[in-house]
């Protein structure tokens, strides 16, 4: 007999029922960031490819596609095979590989999907161009360059030059264009500071588009852009296709940098908690810690009522495994033992990481839950 824990929340539950720890989407805001990123999109002419990394859910990338968007992108191939499952049509790695292991997945979703990947040396391009041609498969790609973040990109054109060629001189590979990424922008707090340092990315993917094209050589696609920097990315006149992934959600990383442009987005995405310990006046403890929050960028800076309210006498200030302590400040604070058993909802601070560690998104509008969406590109990180 199979024994598994019972499902954490049906469809028609109210928030005060659902199992906690639980991952939620208030789908009213995510409409809205889902609508308002696709109408941006479409009215600078640019292609909406958002990252799947951010929901790594085949539920949410087809409601983006319905609403536009071309494709998606994955940051690992592993992590590309539950959305080419779901029918998914076209996928960029928008990362570099490396391995056997790696060639294989890619060979066998080029079979599947259109496929398109970032290299950045040339044995890259050579075993992935042999490995192509034995599966009898094409795949699209794009070298990446260095925007400015120092982490992958070729940084001279010497260099892009060497792998468009070798790109060329592989039957199964065809050039599609350019990535430049520029994740160091994308949290920069100062509006015009992250402008800036969003046009100096532009700039830097511009001169290599150019020196492209004084060898005669077309970037049909030049891809890149997070959450933080589309409204600069899609004007820049450079980027074709925008990558941004956590406009979905947003986080405590996004929630504090300023947004002085047109953009605005709505928190969507809280782990909703138990207070199941208050012992002593002024600490109480919740269900949740660090196997259900990420706090790679901070500690939730908020903590909500279920009618998402803000509690302002409760601050989150540690994690442990599998607890959560939170400061009871004010009124409550003499009252804390009369806590025990309150739900809260947490905005966590880092949604990518934090999505990574459930299997389900329990979505709700009001106090009902009006549908699951199963996390099925969870872990898959190779
Ligand atoms: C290559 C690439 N593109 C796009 C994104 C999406 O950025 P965001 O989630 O900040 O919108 C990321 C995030 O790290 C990334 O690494």
Known sequence: MALIPPPATRVGDTLGTIATPSLLIDLD??????A???AFAARHGV???PHAKAHKSSAIARRQIDAGAVGVCCQKLSEAYPFAAAGIESIHISNEFVGADKLAMAVELAAHVRLSVCVDALPQVTALGEAAARAGVTIDVLPEVDAGQRRCGVTSEDALFALVDAIAAQSALRF????????GAQHIADWHARRAEAHRAAERAGN???????????????TGGGTGTVEFDATSGVYTELQAGSYLFMDGDYGHIAWDGALRWRHSLFVLSTIMSATRPGLAVCDVGLKG?????GLPRRVHRPDLSIEPTLTYVAA???HGMLEVQGSLHDETNALLGERILLPPGHCDPTVNL????????????????????????R
């Open 29 to 34: 805001a995510f409409d809205a960031n889902l």
């Open 36 to 38: 308002a990123m696709a």
């Open 47 to 49: 292609a909406l490819r």
């Open 176 to 183: 599609a264009g350019i990535q430049a990424y520029h994740g």
């Open 208 to 222: 290599f588009v150019c020196k492209l094209e004084a060898r005669g050589i077309q970037s049909a696609i030049v």
């Open 293 to 297: 929050l990420a706090v790679d960028s």
């Open 320 to 322: 442990n495994d599998e």
């Open 358 to 381: 459930y299997d389900q998104y329990v979505c709700f509008r009001g106090e009902r839950v009006v549908d699951v969406w199963p996390i099925d590109a969870r872990g898959l990180s």
